[in-house]
């Protein structure tokens, strides 16, 4: 690409911003100042027009309050676009709300995007579609692993393996690099919310008892494990007894919780095996100095990293702040451009 002197003058003022677009949580980072937004991935429109109500946390306080003409909805699901519009609509009050970061006005900003590995080239045109109507100047994708290790400090351009898990709302990446090149990668659509619906339908079947996702959530929060824990724990749960259509309450041990999350636990931690079994040996070598770096809102479940480094014979370690991971790495590409270029992919699959 021929060197612009105009781009090149924008960039020394424009506002650099990189951005997660989580299935659960939306984290911006903006370049100098850090992670200056994280807010759920949620929208409350009107029910006729389609039109954007509330947008963020205030929007996901409505969950399942909402009156009949209101709809609260997440425009993503699986970490890609699935309400275009929405998504729009969502990243434009974002990127806007970054910008009053700033003191004085400023040019359009760039804008980086984090993605699924996993996702279609039109799953990547849409992201790409979306940022720059949400008023990007220039919008630039990288695959959520990628960002995720470089948020994490991982040497991923050096010689020598880093290995990366990171478990979102909607998508859990696994990545293993070696000389800023991915050198196996998986990408699957078991994550948070898989992980909250396997508790609901715990709840649902040993206790014939409804619960919603946000019942869920929290108690996945609250007392959710991969691995038992010292101490076992007991949280009432409230929803609606199926048989006799009324309120009840019920009180659930850590330990349930646990068995009903073991079948995610369990295809994450199989995806991570099937990686790993198809790495040379030397780089396999490499990881069991290093270990493996975990990332994301999700790799906090408790135990969740003890249960890793039991079943695959390494250290499994938790990154800084695991839930900025992806948002931090998307913010360090613009720092130099030109050399992060590698990392970046094209919305439709053309050289960046």
Known sequence: ???????????????????????????VHV??????????????????????????????????RTPANVIALRPLRNGVISEFDITEAMLEYFIG????QSIAPVPRPRVVVGIPSGATEVERRAVYDATMAAGARETYLIEEPTAAALGAGLPIG????????????????VAVFSLGGIVASRSLRVAGDEMDQDIVAYVRNKHNLLIGERMAERVKI???SA???????TMTVRGRNLVSRLPEAVELSSIEIREALSGSVKVILDTLKDAIDGIPPEIIADLMEVGVCMAGGG????????????????RVWLAEDPMSCVARGAGLILENLE????FLVSPDRAPI
């Open 1 to 27: 690409m021929a060197f612009n002197p105009l781009n090149w003058l924008l960039g020394l003022f424009s506002l650099d911003i990189g951005i997660d677009l989580g299935t659960a949580n939306t984290l």
């Open 31 to 64: 370049r100098g100042k850090g992670i200056v937004l994280n807010e759920p991935s949620w929208v409350a429109i009107e029910k006729r027009s389609k039109r954007p109500l509330f947008i963020g946390a205030e929007a996901k306080e409505m969950v399942g």
């Open 97 to 100: 709300k970054a910008h009053e």
């Open 158 to 173: 050096e010689l020598g393996g880093s290995m990366i898990v990171d478990i979102g709302g909607g998508t859990s990446e």
């Open 222 to 224: 609250s007392m959710g």
């Open 227 to 233: 691995s038992p824990i010292k101490d076992e724990q």
């Open 299 to 314: 790799s906090q479940l408790k135990g969740l990293d003890i249960r890793l480094s039991e079943e695959l014979n390494m």
């Open 339 to 342: 050399i992060n270029r590698p």
